[in-house]
């Protein structure tokens, strides 16, 4: 196994895993919404990025991130926005090494807390998260735009 930032080389793969993982939360995107969210990914400029899971030199994973400000903390959070690996290599390892590339990550930025939310139907992630890192006792509230 092996983790590594993503690069443009990666966008075929990615885009067959993205909508893999869109279809598992049985969300339709616009090609244009795709499209920005890999410009963004490549973007050093943008603070979205990503790390891909490789085994035997094929990619199985990914992961993207972003760091924040934030008012409780001198520095700064970093939100796992997104994590997927391809339903026929789960368990290997994978979910857990982008978890913890994105966590290397944001301490060498200097983030002060790593987190993430999945869906409350998810049991396949929770048994993961559950196992690298502590569920919070905080709720979401959403207002949509």
């Not at 966590?103 to 992630?125: I, V």
Request: with cysteine.
């Amino acid at each position: 196994m092996h983790i590594r930032p993503l690069n443009s080389e990666d966008q075929k793969i990615w885009q067959n895993l993205w909508v893999g993982y869109l279809d598992y939360y049985q969300v339709e995107l616009s090609d244009t919404v795709t499209q920005d969210v890999w410009r963004r990914l490549l973007d050093d400029a943008d603070p979205l990025s990503g790390f891909v899971a490789e085994n035997d030199g094929k990619v199985i994973g990914f992961t993207h991130y972003f760091l924040h400000g934030t008012t409780w903390f001198p520095t700064s959070y970093c939100y796992l926005e997104d994590l997927y690996v391809d339903p026929s290599i789960r368990s290997s390892g994978a979910g857990r090494a982008l978890i913890k590339a994105v966590e290397e990550a944001a301490k060498s930025q200097g983030a002060a807390k790593l987190y993430w939310h999945t869906d409350k139907q998810n049991e396949t992630a929770q048994a993961l998260y559950n196992k690298v890192a502590t569920l919070s006792d905080y709720i979401r509230y959403e207002v949509k735009l």
